[in-house]
């Protein structure tokens, strides 16, 4: 890795940044020695997660909130996961058009990241990204999802604010999804409140908010939003900076980086030790036997093959 | 594994088999055995995978069709995945309200799962499932799925037959998540087909399919359904019945099937080797190190640590 590339990325290229991003996406050879090698100057970003169904106008939000980040000089990094598009990939223009206020300012950078194939390996993937821009000089990570589905739920884990973004017409699958929704969100916005169902929507989250296992002293706010309006933008950006301070306050902030670092740890680990175990000669033996017991079985059969030494 | 156990599976006793799918939700410390007991008695079940939006009308379709398979003859199980509950799982009661009707129905077997806090095993869990049906005698198993996300497209990935459900109001999201969805689909169903937009979205759909690689001969329908009113579900029915008889004889059943081993004969292995690897000596060590280096760095010294004699 050559120092002369960490140091552009650390000194806000963003040329470089660009390019070290599709080198982790793709997961080009030599983009684990570099985020390896800018590990040091990651750490002091915000990291802060949006998820919600599909047109709950998250991205209306995000494009707001982050007028408010400027305003207070924050240097903003957005992340756009998409896991619906395991198969093709590909970034999602149509967030960059919607964005394009900020696509000029320097201070913002955009990413959209599709799963590309790689399954299980997107929430991974976004936050090496995460890992980049915080690198670069980002002080404000966001971390927005295409829908409320597992892989959104696993990126979520790996921010330090979630923020849940409901419609009042959300009510209806509310009841099918509260036990996760309820669980990972720090604050919530209900989002075109001037909709009929918006009270409605406030009183169940409020409901089944008091059934949450608190987090320490936080207290979950639900807050009524109009994004497309701009009305409650600032109550809600005022909830977020809360969390923040309370997160800094109370340790969590540390706390949740270094859950993060050890789930990336048992990661690292898995795949180098799958990288050994599937050998040519095993993976052969894998074809040569498939169909002929369990699963279970076979896998039992092909690590022992491999162990004969008792190891 | 008592063999009376397989046994009254194998001989269609509901509540062993109610059971059993307990003990597999679980992890229960036996359901490996039990599965690896009655997997000879599976292979044969047709496994169809039902993905689309919340709101499209997912569970009155399975409903519908569950109607003709039973005409048909056919046992019918239902498995109902909700990635989007990790936290506390639990299963939705309000699906098998709806399907009241076949509820009473000895020859339908209705199963919800959500993901209990395990990340990513619920794919695999729900095949589990599956194989449990499979081996108590259940000719068709129905993988119904809430949304659209990463999760729901692994559950499809270990299906015959994968069905996509939208309806008209879907036209704006399909744009985000077209690599996806037209990849995985067999067949599409525009359900509520009534409403504006379906024309549009139907020749939305075409066009997109035109750019597909086709699997062998299948070109992949589009049926345009109400199920609410019972129209267009006989097209339907037939046209997943002409995927199953197209499968069954091209032999992509059977390939689909191993490529389902494979994968799970894999993460078996991975399960094995990270079982064997996480001693209480190497989890200490993690802890101890965690944040003095990179994650990559440390998942090397870890990995080195326990292999001093260079294996």
Known sequence: MSDSR?????DGSARTLAHAISQVENDAPDAESLLEAIYSHTGSAYRLGITGPPGAGKSTLVNELTIRYRQADEKVGIITVDPSSPFSGGAILGDRLRMGR???DDQVFIRSMATRGNHGGLARRSQEVGDLLDAAGFTIIIFETVG???????????VDTTLVVLVP???DDIQLMKAGIIEIADVFAINKADRDGAGQLHHLIDQMLTHKE???????PVVETSAARGEGIDDLYQQLQ?????????GGKEHKRLDREKLRVQDQVASVLAGR????????M?????????????ARDIVMAGTVDGK
């Open 214 to 220: 608190p987090a320490g002293a936080w207290q979950t």
């Open 148 to 158: 409320v589905g597992q892989a959104e739920l696993d990126v979520m884990q790996a």
């Open 169 to 171: 017409e959300s009510g």
């Open 277 to 284: 175990f599937w050998t040519p000669e095993r993976r052969i």
């Open 6 to 10: 960490v140091a552009n990325i650390v």
């Open 102 to 104: 900020h696509y000029l």
């Open 242 to 250: 809360r969390h923040h301070n309370f997160l800094s306050e109370s």
């Open 286 to 298: 894998l074809d040569s036997l498939l169909g002929s017991a369990s699963p279970y079985q076979l």
